[in-house]
């Protein structure tokens, strides 16, 4: 019988953890590692586990956790008895294990200066310096940096001189902070420390493997109140301003044709423009998407540029405008566009300085970051997750800070006041809406516990059961609103954990708090949902915060969390858009199940509608809303989405969505596979020759068509569009697929037949079949590790396709890349291919097999179209021919012209800016 007392067994992600672990310091020359694992994957555990396998094998090691802060220097502590390890807090390090504080060995003297030190640790104060020799000073040393990114932020270059200090230990750095989120100095200085990740697993695959719950991310979008909207369209007048200035000596408007339409292909092409200036190019795009400017010969429209210009992309473009002439120009009537621009441009968070438009605050974003709709909307989240799972709810709201400043801008004076935006707000709200009332929401951060009198009275109730002496210390206070305070005989050391016992038991069920307390470290299993309302945007807070409600709860098997983020959006205003632009930095590298059922990340796994780009429009926030309630309602659906149990492989690819022009878009009732397959004809410069059987026109033999067609095991396929036609021309001559003709027409059959063959050769080839001619031949040139025989192809049922190359990350990142390009209109490339098209027959009926033949080698192309050659397939001519061998394969018979050559010149000059597929493209990142 197994033992009660006894630890959980290893998961899977521990295991390999500890054992890629012992293999690094096992090798003389790598005492340091670097371990990623998400919040709840049990970092703690793997570090006491390593710590014991080192203590086992040396017993006169000693060991040292430092964790950024007492909670989680407790739960090591607490972690570490309980698998039978003697831990403490002891500074003289007389225990094997010793659990601190980042802060206790960065003590700084106050009296040090930085002229006085020659390192970081000059400047420690001398209580400091004592713990830092004991620790360099122990012959045989584990150190464990628990969430390390922290040592980035604050103690790195200590923790630096730390580490070449003690240059033989065993060191363990643990974070659940990915790389991809590390700035280059923080990237910088990981890699100086430990060098490359020793081990790494996502949050896809705990979920995958039942060890975090699974979850579904949502969005609550709500619009500001009326005085908050009143007062933002008051700012946008002055804005207008700057949007029409078409005055001075050369208009704005002037100057944006000037800028970049006129140039192209005068004295550039586009390409070559936007790779210079990017954003400016972009910011471009969008305003001719707004009927703002003429769309420049060679651009083509992306997913991003489909959108109204933003107040970044006005603000970027008038900067350049007054930098480059209204600044430089001494017509007075410039004078006054300067003038006027200056003035309005406080309106959008920007100044104007010597050096061009700069960024500075906004009070526009504080609004909408700061609304007091966003309390209103989680108090309806809130009510609506409990109306869904009962007893079970218990939802944390993280805000930003406990209280907001205590000034608040003239200009905002009866908008907003100074606890807009704040913990004790949200705790306000909720106390005096009906529905969350009755689920007794409580405040705790680290310097307060409040709710109602009442709750707080239960309280103090529950904690006597705990510990009596505490419970009879404890004041419950009131105030003048709802809210009352519980304090005198406590810190947050200790009320942390009795507020998060008497949450757990569902003695309350909201828990507010803010990210600094309760979003790193903090440890509740039974929370179901969390609702955002901060302004954090890095990965690593995205990543903690949800790592709260993604904990498994012994308890509830079957416990499914919802994530929810509160969005404020104003079409009130230019910078409306804010807060939606922060809920897209947020979901940048996290990832989440789509509408499809595929872990991407992204807005996109959001609801598919959603554009990273911009928000949807207000007056479809009400269905939006309601359509996230009924997600999160439906916890089945979001466990069955996530398929536990299931087999995965922890990577992640880049794709390429692909929405083909309107008249190419397939129409599917469900997601299905496409497979690539080489034209069964060749048009060439001598002809067209086609392995297609010429049918049987005999009386005697009667013509059998098929009427479709079937992938392995009776999987539902898509065929080629090109095949698509084919056999759609020739199933016409056949009553619905199959049919028997007699000798008398057969002469018309026959050329109907051949003129099928022919209309196969006229508009543009299959976007799969390009794709399996880039992937063949980035394997050829060893750019990939797979080639065609990889690519993976599905076309969704609003008409979208995915193509993604199923190998490394590395291997879909080229692709994915190749392929947007390849696809695209004729830029600047260094090489161009062609395919030759349009064939023409001779005149006159086609009366036998053989005149069939004949008639399709007669053929002859009348046209050659010109596509360009992916970048990273034209930095050479052997690259480029490799992409024409396989364009030969999949597309069909075609040339290769290096455009630095006269011929090859000529035609770029000519074709630059044509878009033969005119599809629109969205790079995804998606996890299996």
């Known amino acids: 019988m197994p033992d009660a007392d006894a630890p959980p067994p290893l998961r899977i992600h521990q295991r390999e953890a500890l054992e890629a672990l012992a293999g690094a310091w096992d090798d003389a020359n790598r005492p340091r590692a670097w371990v990623i694992l998400p919040p709840g994957a049990g970092k703690t555990r793997v570090g006491l586990e390593a710590i014991a396998g080192e203590l086992g094998a040396h017993p006169d090691t000693r060991a040292v956790v430092l964790a950024p802060n007492t909670a989680i220097q407790s739960q090591w502590i607490d972690e570490a008895r309980a698998l039978g390890l003697g831990a403490g807090d002891d500074k003289t390090l007389a225990g094997p294990l010793t659990c601190l504080t980042y802060q206790s060995l ?119 109140t009326a005085a908050e909207e009143e007062w933002l369209a008051g700012e946008a007048l002055r804005f207008t301003e700057l949007t029409t200035p078409n005055f001075g000596s050369v208009g704005f408007h002037e100057w944006l044709t000037a800028r970049f339409v006129d140039p192209v292909p005068a004295t550039t092409t586009w390409a070559a423009l936007a790779e210079r200036e990017p954003d400016l190019c972009d910011a471009a795009l969008r305003m001719h998407h707004a009927d703002l400017l003429d769309l420049p010969v060679g651009a083509r429209l992306r997913e991003q540029h489909r959108h109204d210009p933003s107040a970044e992309d006005w603000v970027r473009l008038l900067g350049d405008w007054l930098l480059n002439h209204v600044a430089e120009s001494e017509d007075p009537a410039d004078a006054e566009v300067l003038a006027v621009v200056r003035a309005a441009l406080p309106s959008v968070g920007y100044q104007w300085t010597r050096r061009g438009v700069r960024r500075g605050r906004s009070t526009v974003d504080r609004v909408l970051a700061r609304s007091y709709a966003k309390p209103g909307a989680a108090a309806q989240i809130i009510a609506a997750e409990h109306a869904a799972i009962g007893v079970r709810a218990r939802v944390l709201v993280l805000c930003d800070h406990e209280r907001a400043s205590a000034t608040v801008p003239v200009d905002l004076a009866g908008v907003l006041d100074a606890e807009a935006g704040s913990a004790i707000a949200a705790l306000e709200t909720f106390l005096s809406a009906p529905d969350t009332a009755v689920l007794h929401p409580m405040l705790v951060t680290g310097s307060v516990v409040a709710a109602s009198e009442e709750t707080l009275r239960d309280l103090v109730a529950f904690v006597a059961g705990r510990d009596p002496d505490l419970a009879a210390r404890l004041f419950v206070g009131t105030g003048d609103g709802p809210v009352a305070t519980c304090s005198s005989g406590w810190t947050s050391r200790t009320w942390v954990a009795h507020v998060t016992a008497y949450f757990e038991a569902g003695r309350t069920q909201v828990l507010v708090g803010t990210r600094g307390l309760l979003g790193e470290g903090w440890n509740a299993r039974g929370v179901s949902t969390l609702i955002d309302l901060t302004t954090a945007t890095t990965l690593t807070a995205v990543v903690q915060t949800r790592g709260r409600a993604l904990r498994t709860d012994p308890t509830w098997p079957d416990k499914v969390a919802t994530n929810w983020t509160v969005v404020c959006v104003s079409e009130a205003h230019l910078k409306g858009d804010n807060d939606w632009s922060r809920l897209v930095r947020k979901h940048q590298g996290f990832h989440g199940v789509d509408a499809d059922g595929d872990i991407v990340d992204g807005v996109a796994h959001i609801d598919a509608s959603f554009s990273p780009f911009a928000p949807p429009p207000v007056a479809s926030f009400d269905a939006l809303n309601a359509r996230m309630l009924i997600a999160a309602a439906d916890r089945d659906a979001i466990r069955d989405a996530w398929a536990v149990g299931e087999p995965y492989q922890d990577v992640t690819l880049a794709s390429l969505r692909v929405r083909p022009s309107t008249s190419a878009v397939a129409v599917v009732d469900e997601v299905v596979s496409l497979t690539p397959v080489p034209p069964s004809w060749r048009l060439g410069a001598d002809g067209l020759s ?24 009776g999987a539902a396929v898509l065929a080629s569009p090109w095949a698509a036609l084919a056999a759609g021309t020739v199933g016409a001559l056949a009553t619905l697929g199959n049919a028997a003709l007699t000798g008398r027409d057969h002469a018309e059959t026959l050329t109907q037949w051949v003129g099928a063959q022919v209309a196969l050769t006229t508009g543009v080839p299959p976007l799969e079949a390009v794709a399996a001619a880039v ?154």
């Open 775 to 928: 992937a063949d031949a980035l394997a050829a040139a060893g750019l990939t590790g797979v080639g065609a025989s990889g690519l993976a192809v599905d076309v969704h049922p609003g008409g979208d396709y995915r193509f993604r190359l199923v190998g490394t990350e590395h291997d879909a990142e080229v692709f994915a890349l190749a392929f947007d390009e390849a696809i695209g209109p004729v830029g600047a490339p260094r090489y161009l291919v062609s395919r030759f098209t349009d064939a023409a027959l001779p005149d006159g009926p086609i009366r036998t097999r053989r005149g069939a033949g004949s008639a399709l080698r007669a053929a002859r192309a009348t046209g050659e179209a010109w596509h360009p050659v992916p970048t990273v397939l034209g930095r050479n001519a052997k690259s480029a021919g490799h992409y024409l061998d396989a364009w030969r394969t999949w597309v069909g018979e075609g040339r290769l012209l290096a455009t630095a050559k006269p011929e090859g010149a000529g035609i770029a000059t000519a074709v630059s800016g044509e878009d033969p597929f005119a599809a629109t493209t969205v790079m995804r990142r998606h996890w299996s």
């Open 106 to 224: 960065a003590v700084f003297d106050s009296e040090a200066t930085d002229a006085d030190a020659t390192t970081v640790v000059d400047r420690l104060h001398p209580n400091g310096v004592a713990l830092f020799e004991r620790i360099r000073a122990q012959p045989r040393l584990v150190l464990v940096l628990d969430e390390c990114h922290h040592l980035l932020e604050v103690w790195g270059r200590l923790l630096a001189e730390l580490l070449d200090a003690v240059d033989r230990a065993h060191v363990l750095a643990l974070t659940a902070t990915p790389p991809e989120s590390l700035a280059g100095e923080q990237r910088a200085l990981v890699d100086q420390l430990f060098g490359r990740i020793l081990y790494r697993v996502s949050v896809p695959a705990v979920v995958k493997e039942g060890h975090l719950a699974p979850f579904d991310e949502l969005v609550w979008l709500t619009t500001p």
């Open 690 to 713: 086609t392995e297609a059987p010429v049918p049987t026109t005999s009386w005697r033999t009667p013509l059998v068509l098929a009427a479709g067609t079937a992938g392995a095991g």
